[in-house]
C-alpha cells in the first residue's frame, strides 16, 4: 500500500497561520482528509474531500492540495488547536493509509 | 446524535483470541461501509479493516490479514472485529469508525472512544 509522510512536528505562534503538509503518491489520485487528535481522546475530521468542513468544525481549518502533497491550514491557530493531525487517503486496491502524524505546537 | 460504543478489550497471551464488538446509534447503520482502526501506545493511526454497507466487501491491512475477520449485524445496528492470533504488536486502542466516501475517497466522520487490547504473556 502508499505511504504518506508528514513532518512529525510543526509549531506556530498564537494567532498566526500554519500549514501541515502530507506527501504520498496516491494524493495524486485521491484527496486526503485530515484528523485532529487530542491527548486521551479519539480523533476528529476537520476536512474531508476538496476542502470540505464537518458540521462544528471551525473556518479557521482549511485544506488544499497540488500534485503528491496535500496541506491542512490553519489560519490563526488558537490555543486550542494544539493536538495531533494525521492525514489519510487510499490506495488503488482500496486500502486505507494515514500519515505518520504532526503534534502542532501553539505557541 | 451518533453514538459508536466499543467494548470487548482486555488482556490476552499472544497466540489468543478476543471478539471487539462496536454498538451503532443515531444513524442508519445499514447504509453505511464501517471500518477498525487502531493506535498503538504512543504512536499513530493504523488502519485495520472495513465492511460494506450489507457485508458484501470486505478489506484488510497486510498486517492482519488472515487473522482478523471484520463482520457486522445490521439488524441489532453492531459491528464486530474477530482477532485470532495475537500478537504483542496488535497491543493498541481499537477504534469504531463510521466511513463515508466522497471522490472515492473513505474518509471517517464519527469515531468510537476505543477500547484497549493488550496482547502479553
Known amino acids: 500500500s502508499s505511504e504518506l509522510t508528514q513532518d512529525p512536528a510543526v509549531s506556530v505562534a498564537l494567532g498566526q497561520t500554519v500549514r501541515i503538509t502530507c506527501q504520498g503518491d496516491?494524493?495524486?489520485?485521491?484527496?486526503a482528509s485530515w484528523y485532529q487528535q487530542k491527548p486521551g481522546q479519539a480523533p476528529v475530521l476537520v476536512i474531508y474531500?476538496?476542502?470540505n468542513r464537518p458540521s462544528g468544525i471551525p473556518d479557521r481549518f482549511s485544506g488544499s492540495s497540488s500534485g503528491n502533497t496535500a496541506s491542512l491550514t490553519i489560519t490563526g491557530a488558537q490555543a486550542e488547536d494544539e493536538a495531533d493531525y494525521y492525514c489519510?487517503?487510499?490506495?488503488?486496491?482500496?486500502?486505507?493509509?494515514f500519515g505518520g502524524g504532526t503534534k502542532l505546537t501553539v505557541l | 446524535q451518533v453514538q459508536l460504543v466499543e467494548s470487548g478489550g482486555g488482556l490476552v497471551k499472544p497466540g489468543g483470541s478476543l471478539r471487539l464488538s462496536c454498538a451503532a446509534s443515531?444513524?442508519?447503520?445499514?447504509?453505511?461501509?464501517m471500518s477498525w482502526i487502531r493506535q498503538a501506545p504512543g504512536k499513530g493511526l493504523e488502519w485495520v479493516s472495513y465492511?460494506?454497507?450489507?457485508?458484501?466487501?470486505?478489506n484488510y491491512a497486510d498486517s492482519v490479514k488472515g487473522r482478523f475477520t471484520i463482520s457486522r449485524d445490521n439488524a441489532k445496528n453492531s459491528l464486530y472485529l474477530q482477532m485470532n492470533s495475537l500478537r504483542a504488536e496488535d497491543t493498541a486502542v481499537y477504534y469504531c469508525?463510521?466511513?463515508?466516501?466522497?471522490?472515492?475517497?473513505?474518509?471517517?466522520?464519527?469515531w468510537g472512544q476505543g477500547t484497549l487490547v493488550t496482547v502479553s504473556s
Open positions: 489519510n487517503s487510499r490506495d488503488s486496491s482500496g486500502c486505507v493509509v
Open positions: 469508525a463510521r466511513v463515508s466516501v466522497a471522490a472515492g475517497m473513505y474518509y471517517f466522520d464519527y
Open positions: 443515531g444513524f442508519t447503520f445499514s447504509d453505511y461501509y
Open positions: 496516491s494524493l495524486r489520485s485521491y484527496y
Open positions: 474531500g476538496k476542502n
Open positions: 465492511i460494506s454497507s450489507s457485508s458484501s466487501y470486505t
